[in-house]
């Protein structure tokens, strides 16, 4: 059985201006701060002899992988990414780069953010507009109810409490 793998589904191509900085930071970060670091590393461990059982310098060389790997990402997403730094015509309908107040089904209220693939954060605020819940909001207002089908097959109903839209 062969390795391949089917292709993975391509993000949407639009971020925040905030988001852009950030991944461009990062990119300049790793490529300029701590990849010359890790070489040097590397090449110190390499100047003591036998690589074969170094494991500083088999350590090295895999964290260069990586960073040479994440840093292949970063550059060609950032060149093919559209930075969307204008408010929409229409602020009452949900679009990308919304700040949306729901009320759950537990009468619960949580405030998201509908933001590209690449912003998305632990903490649940930023939500990718490639998520369900996004696209159950995209086109919606105040008062009207998302419907949002989950992965065990229930449906959870939210209510839009309020939309806006902050400029960075």
Do not use: C
Request: proline fraction near 4%; hydrophobic fraction near 35%; glycine fraction near 8%.
């Amino acid at each position: 059985m062969g390795r391949w793998r089917p292709p993975a589904v391509q993000g949407s191509k639009y971020i925040t201006r905030k988001g852009f900085d950030r991944l461009n930071s990062e990119l300049r970060f790793l490529w300029k701060e701590k990849r010359p670091m890790i070489t040097q590393a590397v090449r110190e461990a390499a100047a003591q002899g036998d690589r074969s059982d170094n494991a500083e310098y088999t350590e090295g060389k895999r964290l260069l992988r990586e960073i040479d790997r994440r840093v292949r990402f970063l550059a060609r997403r950032l060149e093919d990414i559209n930075i969307i730094e204008h408010l929409p015509e229409n602020t009452d309908i949900i679009v990308f780069g919304a700040w949306v107040t729901l009320l759950d089904e537990n009468d619960q209220t949580k405030r998201i953010r509908i933001v590209g693939p690449d912003e998305i954060d632990g903490s649940g605020s930023m939500v990718s507009m490639d998520a369900p819940l996004a696209k159950a909001l995209f086109k919606k207002s105040v008062g009207d109810e998302g419907e949002l089908h989950k992965p065990d097959g229930s449906i959870s109903y939210l209510e839009i409490l309020a939309i806006e839209y902050i400029k960075e």
